[in-house]
């Protein structure tokens, strides 16, 4: 099912239950149908997605200004919390409403920038009872201080991490710092008590992220 909410184009792919579990991915290039297929050909659990694309990547998913990591791409202008309401506070509401159903759960799921802001809502909203960064940005200036310095709003009941094994080696300082940020995310919430995994596969940044992202929510749902 294919719909429109804020601005956003939503594709919803509905469970078997009315209560199966929904899990909200925001996409870069409409991947959604590729994760999935993916998730399906490895997880028996029921579960509805909803993908969410039409994204101004650096500005809606990014928590706070920052400059650009390379020539070709723009600043980071810290536009998350908007679009964290309009995600929770509309295109949710609405995509329920349209699918006509009622999930048990709902949890948020990401790669890359956006897996770093399935994070950051932690912080925001309760609405998350689960969480699956895949790759995420965790080089962001300031991030690993937001994580270890405040409470999230939800603890959730899973959180998923994984990185490729060749990420950090860029000699881009800023992307090089990604493991380690990645790492101490990860560290506080297992500090915390979350039951959280952390996942290293083979490859840089961009080798397979819908197989990836799939196995994230897998676990997640498991």
């Known amino acids: 099912m ?13 469970g078997e239950l009315k209560d199966a579990p929904l899990v909200v991915l925001n996409t870069f290039q409409e991947e959604g149908d590729k994760v999935y297929k993916a998730v399906k050909a490895t997880c028996d659990q029921d579960f509805s997605l909803l993908c969410v694309s039409g994204l101004d990547w650096n500005r809606e998913l990014s928590p ?22 309009s995600l929770i506070g509309r295109i949710i509401p609405d995509a329920i409403e349209k699918a006509g159903i009622d999930p048990a759960y709902i949890s948020l799921a990401g790669y890359s920038l956006a897996g770093l802001f399935a994070v950051y809502s932690l912080y925001r909203t309760d609405m998350f009872s689960r969480v699956a960064s895949a ?15 405040r409470e999230p709003a939800h603890m959730p009941d899973r959180i998923y991490f994984s990185l490729g094994d060749k990420e950090a080696r860029t000699r881009n300082q800023i992307l090089s710092t990604v493991e380690v940020g990645t ?17 290293m596969n083979p490859g840089n940044h961009f080798r397979n992220p819908a197989e990836r992202m799939a196995r994230g929510i897998s676990w997640m749902l498991d």
Not at 2 to 14: D, P, T, V, Y
Not at 64 to 85: I, M
Not at 135 to 149: I, M, P, Y
């Open 183 to 199: 790492r101490a995310v990860f560290g506080t919430f297992i500090e915390k008590g979350t039951d959280a995994v952390f996942e």
């Open 135 to 149: 790759s995420g940005s965790f080089w962001f200036s300031g991030f690993v201080d937001l994580v270890r310095e």
């Open 64 to 85: 706070w200004q920052a400059p650009s990591v390379s020539d070709d791409e723009p600043p980071f202008s810290g536009g998350a919390d908007e679009y964290l309401d």
């Open 2 to 14: 294919r719909m429109e909410s804020a601005g956003k184009s939503l594709s919803m792919h509905s």
